[in-house]
């Protein structure tokens, strides 16, 4: 039943996603005392909701776009379920913004496997991945995915692997006029983001270590399962899931090092995970098991976010 409403792609999905979205962040913002009386509260929820809803149209477009998946809504259902396994995304504006200038990067470097116009491609998404580290600084490692991409697709020509560089000289050098003009504390913020921490003992309590376990187990079983069959995918897809295994697992790199742990850091994890559970899906032919992995998906995330308001 759940598979019949977004299996295919409608307006009416859509809409559905948008009103379960908005539904999830005002019932976490009414449930913040200090953000439901503050006077500044509309702003910030206004803004961070542009932010949000940018984010799920983005990810829908990106894999639209470049035919990553079939003609279903699962990948933004997928990645509104992950934002409800640690509801804190709501309000954390700087990832937000980080993970959303992160998908522009992830949409330009996907669109790679086309062959048109790569330079400007790669600058693009080179230009967005620095924003992204100017609001949280371990995003820069997202590079990374830069280059698999130039390796993958044009790697022949040597100027494609010196656009990165231009594009860091570029954002260093408005940012740091910008701050020098208006506020020197942005270069402190950004040099007090480059220290690490491994450590895991953020916890203030146990739901928070649930969401966590419940998130784990879902990831390896969907990111293993596209590992193991990512030669029975399209030839001319196979770079682009590449591309996908390998940004979730920068972006858990980034969730490891960073040194103000917590779960809304593995924000940067939900697009390419969401797109990896779509295609588990799309490719089984087992309604049933559809059924019951979405069932325990959804029950699950509603399950984390309630028990951490």
Same mark, same amino acid.
């Given at each position: 039943?759940?598979?019949?409403?977004?299996?295919?792609?409608?307006?009416?999905?859509?809409?559905?996603?948008?009103?379960? *979205?908005?539904?999830?962040?005002?019932?976490?913002?009414?449930?913040?005392?200090?953000?439901?009386?503050?006077?500044?509260?509309?702003?910030?929820? =206004?803004?961070?909701?542009?932010?949000?809803?940018?984010? $799920?149209?983005? $990810? +829908?477009?990106?894999?639209?776009?470049?035919?990553?998946?079939?003609?279903?809504?699962?990948?933004?259902?997928?990645? *509104?379920l992950f934002l409800?396994?640690?509801?804190?995304?709501?309000?954390?504006?700087?990832?937000?913004?980080? +993970?959303?200038?992160l998908l522009l =990067?992830? @949409?330009?470097?996907?669109?790679?496997?086309?062959?048109?116009?790569?330079?400007?491609?790669?600058?693009?998404?080179?230009?967005?991945?620095?924003?992204?580290?100017?609001?949280?600084?371990?995003?820069?490692?997202?590079?990374?995915?830069?280059?698999?991409?130039?390796?993958?697709?044009?790697s022949r020509d040597? @100027?494609?692997?010196?656009?990165?560089? !231009?594009?860091?000289?570029?954002?260093?050098?408005?940012? *740091?006029?910008?701050?020098?003009?208006?506020?020197?504390?942005?270069?402190?913020?950004?040099?007090?983001?480059? &220290?690490?921490?491994?450590?895991?003992?953020?916890?203030? +309590?146990?739901?928070?270590?649930?969401?966590?376990?419940?998130? $784990?187990?879902? =990831?390896?079983?969907?990111?293993?399962?596209?590992?193991?069959?990512?030669?029975?995918? %399209?030839?001319?897809?196979?770079?682009?899931?590449?591309?996908?295994?390998?940004?979730?697992?920068?972006?858990?790199?980034?969730? *490891?090092?960073?040194?103000?742990?917590?779960?809304?850091?593995?924000?940067?994890?939900?697009? %390419?995970?969401?797109?990896?559970?779509? $295609?588990?899906?799309?490719?089984?032919?087992?309604?049933?098991? &559809?059924?019951?992995?979405?069932? !325990?998906?959804?029950?699950?995330?509603?399950?984390?976010?309630?028990?951490?308001?």
């Amino acid at each position: 039943m759940i598979t019949s409403v977004f299996k295919k792609s409608t307006i009416v999905n859509y809409i559905l996603i948008v009103v379960l *979205l908005l539904i999830f962040f005002f019932i976490y913002q009414t449930s913040n005392l200090l953000t439901a009386t503050s006077a500044k509260a509309f702003p910030k929820a =206004a803004a961070l909701l542009s932010v949000l809803l940018s984010s $799920v149209f983005l $990810v +829908n477009f990106t894999v639209k776009k470049n035919n990553l998946t079939k003609n279903s809504s699962y990948t933004i259902l997928f990645f *509104l379920l992950f934002l409800l396994i640690f509801p804190s995304v709501f309000s954390s504006t700087s990832l937000l913004f980080a +993970n959303f200038f992160l998908l522009l =990067a992830i @949409r330009r470097l996907i669109s790679l496997q086309t062959s048109k116009s790569p330079k400007e491609k790669i600058f693009d998404a080179s230009i967005w991945i620095f924003i992204a580290s100017l609001f949280h600084f371990w995003c820069i490692l997202f590079i990374l995915l830069v280059y698999i991409s130039i390796f993958f697709h044009v790697s022949r020509d040597y @100027r494609n692997w010196l656009l990165p560089f !231009l594009a860091f000289f570029a954002t260093a050098i408005i940012f *740091l006029v910008a701050a020098l003009a208006f506020d020197q504390t942005w270069i402190r913020h950004i040099m007090d983001q480059t &220290q690490t921490n491994f450590e895991l003992d953020y916890f203030t +309590n146990n739901y928070q270590n649930i969401a966590l376990s419940f998130f $784990v187990v879902i =990831a390896l079983y969907f990111v293993v399962s596209m590992i193991f069959s990512l030669t029975n995918k %399209p030839l001319i897809l196979q770079a682009s899931y590449k591309k996908m295994i390998l940004g979730f697992l920068i972006g858990v790199s980034i969730f *490891l090092i960073s040194p103000e742990k917590n779960n809304t850091i593995l924000l940067f994890t939900f697009m %390419p995970l969401s797109v990896m559970c779509t $295609v588990n899906i799309e490719y089984s032919q087992r309604q049933m098991y &559809q059924e019951i992995v979405l069932l !325990l998906l959804i029950a699950g995330s509603c399950l984390c976010f309630f028990t951490q308001l």
